[in-house]
């Protein structure tokens, strides 16, 4: 395990903490991370039906991969609110995809899936990631990317008070790249 994995590394906050798990670290938040995934990708924007196993077959790259990240958020009680994963632009599923368009892909991580509980989500949350974000800076990285699912604002299964990822996008400072 390299020193770029550092196992149970926490961060408190005032109604919940985070725990940066690296490779097989992850293993014992699979079934949670995989229920997380199966639930929030069926609401919108995702639309989504995902199986069991295609979804296990996903988080697994994450544990099996030399590179591969998860934080984990739970409140006081230790009850999980959510997860983002991450992985070397290198091993990920989009790899050549990013490739085509980044000019630093070696240095590049991506972000799998931010996925919070509706109580993890707010100005917290977005900390968290900002924390996360640093922390992969620490690992060498010099960019993060991440693909986003961004439906038509009229669509007739957008929810009232959605807000759209454009705007956490521009919070945590990413920048739309063209294909």
Do not use: W
Not at 7 to 28: T, Y
Not at 87 to 108: M, Q, R
């Amino acid at each position: 395990m390299s020193e770029n994995k550092s196992k149970g590394s926490s961060v408190k906050s005032l109604n919940f903490r985070v725990e940066l798990l690296a490779g097989a670290d992850i293993e014992p938040y699979v079934e949670q991370i995989v229920d997380f995934r199966l639930k929030y990708f069926r609401v919108f924007p995702y639309l989504c039906e995902g199986a069991r196993e295609e979804e296990m077959a996903s988080v697994r790259r994450y544990i099996d991969s030399s590179t591969g990240h998860a934080l984990i958020l739970k409140d006081d009680c230790e009850n999980f609110g959510g997860f983002l994963t991450g992985i070397s632009i290198n091993e990920s599923i989009y790899a050549d995809e990013f490739k085509a368009v980044l000019s630093h892909p070696g240095k590049t991580f991506y972000i799998g899936e931010m996925i919070f509980a509706e109580p993890f989500r707010g100005k917290d949350g977005v900390q968290k990631c900002l924390e996360y974000f640093h922390l992969i800076s620490k690992m060498g990285y010099e960019h993060v990317c991440c693909i986003a699912v961004q439906r038509a604002d009229d669509h007739p299964l957008k929810p009232e008070k959605y807000c759209n990822v454009s705007s956490l996008c521009r919070v945590l400072g990413f920048k739309k790249i063209q294909k």
